[in-house]
């Protein structure tokens, strides 16, 4: 008979005080094994939220999650007889953070072997399964002997977390829906249980920075990358982290299947410029952290080895792969258009508001376990510091259902400004963090 139940965990944390370890571990294990309550979670989850965690709990909260599951281990493959280099990056949560999409054809084109344990939509945030899953067969529920042939074969697998740190998966889902996403031990905890359990030898963190972030100031984003580095450190995964803006959406395509779309223009060798400087720059760190020195990441996207590489991964993974692919993805079908009201420069485009929006289109969920919709997002068309003339197209909007227009319109306004002027362009690399900061 356990010495804990679920009211009195969860009294304790409402009362501002710490769990004792021995209640983290109970229930942990208790929530997975389907013996605590989603409504019990959710009150435990809002009560973290609201009262936050001492760094000792959150260490002890993500190694429970870390134990809830299966932890894999790829040290005995070898590709031409020789040990995989083992790597892999995950961000905080983005708009218009296709990033994944791109970068992993990159490094694995460059030598690296990726196992990526990627997530789903979380609030605001596009999930990198929900914009792969728009690809026609495309399967991320791979068996772990996939994984692993993958992984030895063509040098990535990009899968659901499924077996590993299950209690993220279940915590992950209820946060997504009980408005307890945008709190650093949660996040800390639920990014690093994964990557702990995934059988990476080395992780590159890029954490988000601004409006579009779950943590908004520098001060929060910073002490998260710091607790997830530490944390990493403590399960003998080398981590570093980017400290990377967020504050307007990435690149011109926000939603599910319009960011595929544009990570295909950028593995073409074009693409918007802050996503090419950001995928590169996270290669960069992952290529150092994995040991593969002399390698250069942007020869991949010209010379059309890391297109291959998508091909291999998309095709090894069920996708109906072929170079017309961006031309079948399912975009749409019903659009609407938002025009300039004046002429003058496009001053500023609020993360938030853009996530927000397409949230509303459908790409993210309100309901656990909802089905998304792949056609849903939006394009922007004039980024910010671009000239914009009267009555020309700004946004476009696509939904599989236009009764979402209206609330989607209502998430945008006010969250762009045509002025006369736009601000001075804020760097998109903020910082650099590292275990021996
Ligand atoms: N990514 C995750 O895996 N979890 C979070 O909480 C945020 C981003």
């Known amino acids: 008979m356990s010495s804990f139940d679920a009211p009195t965990v969860i009294r304790i944390k409402r009362d501002g005080a710490a769990l004792p370890d021995a209640a983290i571990d109970w229930v942990i294990d208790a929530y997975t094994r389907g013996a605590v309550a989603d409504e019990q979670m959710s009150a435990l989850l809002m009560a973290i939220f609201l009262r936050g965690m001492t760094t000792p709990e959150i260490a002890r909260w993500t190694a429970a999650m870390v134990n809830s599951g299966e932890r894999l281990d790829f040290t005995d493959l070898r590709r031409d007889g020789k040990p995989l280099a083992l790597v892999d990056k995950h961000s905080t949560g983005g708009v218009g953070d296709k990033i994944t999409i791109p970068l992993v054809p990159v490094v694995m084109a460059c030598g690296g072997a990726v196992p990526q344990a990627a997530g789903r939509g979380l609030g605001h945030t596009g999930g990198t399964l929900d914009k792969l899953e728009s690809i026609p067969g495309f399967t991320a529920e791979l068996p772990k002997g996939q994984i692993r042939q993958q992984l030895s074969g063509i040098g990535a697998a990009i899968f659901a977390a499924g077996e590993l740190a299950p209690a993220d998966r279940k915590i992950y889902a209820l946060r997504d829906v009980t408005a307890t996403t945008e709190s650093l031990p949660l996040i800390a905890s639920s990014v690093m249980s994964k990557k702990i359990a995934e059988g990476a030898r080395a992780l590159v963190l890029d954490t988000k920075v601004g409006s579009g972030a779950f943590l908004k100031t520098e001060q929060e984003a910073r002490d998260l990358a710091r607790t997830m580095v530490d944390l990493g450190a403590e399960h003998g995964l080398a981590t570093r982290a980017l400290l990377t803006d967020m504050s307007a959406p990435l690149g011109r395509a926000v939603g599910n299947a319009v960011e595929v779309v544009e990570s295909l223009e950028v593995l073409a060798g074009g693409g918007p410029p802050d996503v090419v400087e950001l995928t590169l720059a996270l290669a960069a760190e992952m290529l150092d952290a994995a040991g593969l020195d002399g390698v250069d990441p942007a020869q991949t996207l010209r010379d059309g080895s890391a297109m291959d590489a998508f091909g291999a991964l998309v095709t090894a993974q069920g996708g109906d792969w072929d170079a017309k692919?961006?031309?079948?993805?399912?975009?749409?079908?019903?659009?609407?258009?938002?025009?300039?009201?004046?002429?003058?420069?496009?001053?500023?485009?609020?993360?938030?508001?853009?996530?927000?929006?397409?949230?509303?289109?459908?790409?993210?969920?309100?309901?656990?376990?909802?089905?998304v919709q792949s056609g849903a997002g939006l394009h922007i068309h004039r980024r910010i510091g671009e000239p914009v003339s009267a009555g020309e197209p700004l946004f476009t909007l696509y939904t599989e259902t236009p009764e979402r227009f209206e609330p989607a319109m209502a998430e945008l306004d006010g969250g762009w400004v045509v002025g006369a002027t736009a601000s001075p362009p804020r760097p998109l690399i903020i910082d650099r963090i590292t275990s021996g900061d």
């Open 325 to 371: 692919l961006a031309e079948r993805l399912p975009v749409g079908p019903h659009t609407e258009t938002i025009t300039a009201p004046r002429d003058g420069t496009m001053e500023s485009i609020d993360a938030m508001a853009v996530g927000l929006a397409v949230w509303r289109l459908g790409a993210g969920r309100s309901l656990p376990g909802e089905r």
